[in-house]
T-cell receptor
Framework: DVKVTQSSRYLVKRTGEKVFLECVQD?????MFWYRQDPGLGLRLIYF???????EKGDIPEGYSVSREKKERFSLILESASTNQTSMYLC????????????FGPGTRLLVL | AQSVTQPDIHITVSEGASLELRCNYS??????LFWYVQSPGQGLQLLLK??????LVQGIKGFEAEFKRSQSSFNLRKPSVHWSDAAEYFC???????????FGKGTRLHILP
């Protein structure tokens, strides 16, 4: 079974804090993704990584950065958290190719006060 | 550019009734099409996908979807819903040379006992 784990289910941070969200997959997938999910907006891609140290901006990268030092781990970084980054964050992994299934972690619900 | 429209934000059906969730896509070539389900507090799980061949696709949990090129649609159906089907459903579209997929905004399904 493919397993994607995220470091926290719930997180509460203060405005201006640096926030790290960690994602680990155990299926040796090349691709990893970070999405943000907000009510009425669906899933929006923040960043995509297609290999170690390789990344590509998604639709809403502003205010975020990512790190992929090892194949199985993909981190999302909020350099200076703001209240408008309060959201559900979902990580996914997949094999390369547009028809491949994406496997999702359970999500991290982040509240920025 | 690809896009996905799910016209219904919420749908309510009675347990045991049939279900159809609508999805329309915009893409120039043959798309890769997906339906994912998100149960409360969980990540997304693939229900089914279409990329070629038979236009009626069977998925998990008794779901099926039909690709209709002439209508640019990929509607999800189930003949008889169960209370456990209450969840949010996302349609998504992918493309041949792109590892990223585009998600619709989702349809939340409510089940009446």
């Amino acid at each position: 079974d493919v397993k994607v784990t995220q470091s926290s289910r719930y997180l509460v941070k203060r405005t201006g804090e640096k926030v790290f969200l960690e994602c680990v997959q155990d299926m040796d997938h090349e691709n990893m993704f970070w999405y943000r999910q907000d009510p009425g907006l669906g899933l929006r891609l923040i960043y995509f990584s297609y290999d170690v140290k390789m990344k590509e901006k998604g639709d809403i990268p502003e205010g975020y950065s990512v790190s992929r030092e090892k194949k199985e781990r993909f981190s999302l970084i909020l350099e200076s958290a703001s209240t408008n980054q309060t959201s559900m964050y979902l990580c996914a992994s997949a094999e390369p190719g547009g028809r491949e299934t994406q496997y999702f972690g359970p999500g991290t619900r982040l509240l920025v006060l | 550019a690809q896009s996905v429209t799910q016209p219904d934000i919420h749908i309510t059906v009675s347990e045991g009734a049939s279900l159809e969730l609508r999805c329309n896509y915009s893409y120039g070539a043959t798309p890769y099409l997906f339906w994912y389900v998100q149960s409360p507090g969980q990540g997304l799980q693939l229900l089914l996908k279409y990329f070629s061949g038979d236009t009626l696709v069977q998925g998990i949990k008794g779901f099926e979807a039909e690709f209709k090129r002439s209508q640019s649609s990929f509607n999800l159906r189930k003949p008889s819903v169960h209370w456990s089907d209450a969840a949010e459903y996302f349609c998504a579209v992918g493309a041949l040379r792109d590892d990223k997929i585009i998600f619709g905004k989702g349809t939340r399904l409510h089940i009446l006992p």
